[in-house]
Every structure is written in C-alpha cells, then in structure tokens.
T-cell receptor
Framework: DQQVKQNSPSLSVQEGRISILNCDYTNSMFDYFLWYKKYPAEGPTFLISISSIKDKNEDGRFTVFLNKSAKHLSLHIVPSQPGDSAVYFCAASGAGGTSYGKLTFGQGTILTVHP | NAGVTQTPKFQVLKTGQSMTLQCAQD?????MSWYRQDPGMGLRLIHYSVGAGITDQGEVPNGYNVSRSTTEDFPLRLLSAAPSQTSVYFCASSLRGGKSSYEQYFGPGTRLTVT
C-alpha cells in the first residue's frame, strides 16, 4: 500500500519553462513533507520542505505547494534549467516523537529539461 | 567533512552468503537510517537508529540486521542473501529533534546484486 504516490514516472520540459511535479498522499497523520533530488550514481539530496501548517514554501527557483484537504503537494521549478534534470522524490513524515528520522517516499519522477 | 560514506560501492553475492554494508558519518548526527531503492518503489526504510545503542525496524526489515555501537557508524548486515535483496542501498543521517530530523543527508549508495 503506497502511502505516498507520484503518478507521473517522467516529465519533459523546455529550458526556461515551468516544471510542475506532483505528489499525493493517503495518510492523514503525515504533517511534514519534503522533496529530494537525485542524480544517477549519487544519493538523494534535500531540496525543499513544507510543514502542514503552511500551504506554500519558496526557496529561489523552487516552490512547494501543499493542499491538505486534497492530500496533494506539488513542486514548481521556475525557470527550469538543464542542470535540474534528475529524479525527484516526494517524501512525508508523521508528527514528532517516534516519527522523527522516518520518511516515506514516493516512487520518483524523472525530470528532463531540454536546452 | 566527508558527510555520509558507504562501502562498498558495488557488491555481488551468491544466494545464502552473508555480508555487511558499512555506513559512517562525521557530522555528529544522532539519527541514522537504511533505505533500499527498487525500480518503481521509491526508497523504503529498512532500519533506523535514534542514537548509539538504540535501533528499530522500518517498513522492510526482514533479512537484515543492524546495530549502533557508536554515533558515527551504522552497519547493515544481510544474514543470508536472497535474490529479492538485489537493490541499491542508501544510508542516511540527520540531527535529532524538530525540523532538522526530517532533512536527511544520504550517502552515495551501495549497489548489491544477489545471484
């Protein structure tokens, strides 16, 4: 039972345009959400996060939006650059206590940005 | 800082063999975790530790054993390798408590093939 789902295995966009990556979750106990980026033959690296008390968090070209009622989050990259080409994983965690340090990941979306 | 290091990078085992995947971090992080990445499945938590001497099971612990005798090291033992354990294994670490515990630092991974 996949509690975090990324339904698009891949996304292709033109350089300079917006990339929108989507993620859905089913567990209403999740209250912290993260996006990780992964290049081939490397480990994932943390990109941006959002707490359930917010609906938007911005960091430079990256913005994460959270819609709690729909159990949906999205990552916007504007403008997209060829160096953004990677696999993007959505991840979620429950509230505090024994949930610290435990992440549930989605399947990943391969983003390709064409020059 | 070297961050999170993993050895070996690649390993081929025969069914029934045992081995230990090494993980070390030099960031004085209390939390450490092991994940496996399989195609179409994202990353799944195997075992995690909230500090030296304390470990617990994640989502897919069967066939794996861990111990945490020091803050720096968190080895993962495969007791009797099976083809279903063919995967890429990632070790991760994070600070303890609050938002920092969610933002995990990953090692480069170990690609394991069991024949």
């Amino acid at each position: 039972d996949q509690q975090v789902k990324q339904n698009s295995p891949s996304l292709s966009v033109q350089e300079g345009r917006i990339s929108i990556l989507n993620c859905d979750y089913t567990n209403s106990m999740f209250d912290y959400f993260l996006w990780y980026k992964k290049y081939p033959a490397e480990g994932p690296t943390f990109l941006i996060s959002i707490s359930s008390i917010k609906d938007k968090n911005e960091d430079g070209r990256f913005t994460v939006f959270l819609n709690k009622s729909a159990k949906h989050l999205s990552l916007h990259i504007v403008p997209s650059q060829p160096g953004d080409s990677a696999v993007y994983f959505c991840a979620a965690s429950g509230a505090g206590g024994t949930s610290y340090g435990k992440l549930t990941f989605g399947q990943g979306t391969i983003l390709t940005v064409h020059p | 800082n070297a961050g999170v290091t993993q050895t070996p990078k690649f390993q081929v085992l025969k069914t029934g063999q045992s081995m230990t995947l090494q993980c070390a971090q030099d960031m004085n992080h209390e939390y450490m975790s092991w994940y496996r990445q399989d195609p179409g499945m994202g990353l799944r938590l195997i075992h995690y530790s909230v500090g030296a001497g304390i470990t617990d099971q994640g989502e897919v612990p069967n066939g794996y054993n861990v111990s945490r005798s020091t803050t720096e090291d968190f080895p993962l033992r495969l007791l009797s390798a099976a083809p279903s354990q063919t995967s890429v294994y990632f070790c991760a670490s994070s600070l303890r408590g609050g938002k920092s515990s969610y933002e995990q630092y990953f090692g480069p991974g170990t690609r394991l093939t069991v024949t």
